[in-house]
């Protein structure tokens, strides 16, 4: 089974919906990470979270909600739904520790077309 | 200018050669450097680490400069099964563990 795992895996809507999408894992990692990636952009994070409860906006955050209520699960909201958040969106995980040097393990992604 | 800057290729190459990829930083503050690999639609893997020493695993040896800001990625004797996108990644020193990604640069590696 996938130590991490996001929910949907392809998601079309329509402008002003509201998405959620979800990420879970089974690594033991306190810090989760949420992620969308454009082609000749590259990987940019949104939200992340280094303990339950604990919310960081990252460079991308306008028009995202993010919830960690547990340690296993992060959830990242789109309120009102646009055509340019289509993107290929990407969870991640990481110990704690040495700030800086641990490796990020990545969910499958979630492909999302907004209409 | 972008945190981090690598040529998008692709880079064409035959089975057997060797390939350099580079990259190039622009915040003195960084404080850590990863290669990762991301396959077509796939999630990224960190490939390795690049550490000033510069360090070798198997095929593939990572380089650091820190006066020039500049990593490299070496691959020797490609195999088919390099075809992929290779991503640099850098982590800022007081950042915690939040990565910025380059772009990637796309290898296909050719019969």
């Known amino acids: 089974d996938a130590d991490v795992t996001q929910t949907p895996r392809n998601r079309i809507t329509k402008t002003g919906k509201r998405i959620m999408l979800e990420c879970s894992q089974t690594?033991?990692?306190?810090?989760m990470y949420w992620y969308r990636q454009d082609p000749g952009l590259g990987l940019r994070l949104i939200y992340y979270?280094?303990?339950?409860?604990?919310?960081n906006k990252g460079e991308i955050s306008d028009g995202y909600s993010v919830s960690r209520q547990a340690q296993a699960k992060f959830s990242l909201s789109l309120e009102s739904a646009i055509p340019n958040q289509t993107a290929l969106y990407f969870c991640?995980?990481?110990?704690?520790?040495?700030?800086?040097?641990?490796?990020?393990?990545f969910g499958p992604g979630t492909r999302l077309t907004v209409l | 200018r972008k945190e981090v800057e690598q040529d998008p290729g692709p880079f064409n190459v035959p089975e057997g050669a060797t390939v350099a990829f580079n990259c190039t930083y622009s915040?003195?503050?960084?404080?850590?450097f990863f290669w990762y690999r991301q396959d077509c639609r796939k999630e990224p893997k960190l490939l390795m680490s690049?550490?000033?020493s510069g360090n070798e695993d198997g095929r593939f040896t990572a380089q650091l400069n820190r006066a020039s800001q500049y990593i490299s990625l070496l691959i020797r004797d490609s195999k088919l099964s390099d075809s992929a996108t290779y991503l640099c990644?850098?982590?800022?020193?007081?950042?915690?563990?939040?990565?910025?990604f380059g772009t990637g640069t796309q290898l296909k590696v050719e019969l």
């Open positions: 991640a995980t990481s110990d704690h520790g040495l700030a800086g040097d641990n490796e990020q393990f």
């Open positions: 690594k033991g990692h306190d810090r």
């Open positions: 979270s280094f303990d339950v409860k604990d919310i």
């Open positions: 915040n003195s503050a960084s404080q850590s």
């Open positions: 690049v550490y000033s």
């Open positions: 990644v850098v982590n800022r020193r007081g950042g915690g563990n939040k990565l910025t």
